[in-house]
């Protein structure tokens, strides 16, 4: 049985950083493509950033460029979000995802794998 598993979320003020983690098991991880969606109330899920096995070449939304950064961990079935100067427009539920592929892609529908969300609240 597939499980993602998110952690790392909470509350904090602008300009400050958080460390999202996602640890997956029963799945072949080095295989697949890793990403992170979020979704803020009354808003459409969103991609944030997505990894491909190599780490070569990652993803961001041009909301985050510069201030998110994705890896992963291969050797621990674990990806990461790092992120820094954080804003009130970053709050949101953020989702870890993978697909079985090496080619990112940003469509929510891609992924067939979800974890159950971790909130991020950026207060002002």
């Known amino acids: 049985q597939v499980q993602l598993v998110e952690s790392g979320g909470g509350l904090v003020q602008a300009g400050g950083s958080l460390r999202l983690s996602c640890a997956t098991s029963g799945l072949a991880f080095s295989s697949y493509t890793m990403g992170w969606f979020r979704q803020a109330p009354g808003k459409e899920r969103e991609v944030v950033a997505a990894?491909?096995?190599?780490?070569?070449?990652?993803y961001y939304a041009d909301s985050v460029k510069g201030r998110f950064t994705i890896s992963r961990d291969n050797a621990k079935n674990t990806v990461y979000l790092q992120m820094n100067s954080l804003k009130p427009e970053d709050t949101a539920v953020y989702y870890c995802?993978?697909?079985?592929?090496?080619?990112?892609?940003?469509?929510?529908?891609?992924?067939?794998?979800w974890g159950q969300g971790t909130q991020v609240t950026v207060s002002s």
């Open positions: 995802v993978a697909k079985r592929s090496y080619e990112i892609t940003t469509s929510g529908a891609d992924y067939r794998y």
């Open positions: 990894v491909s096995w190599d780490t070569a070449n990652p």
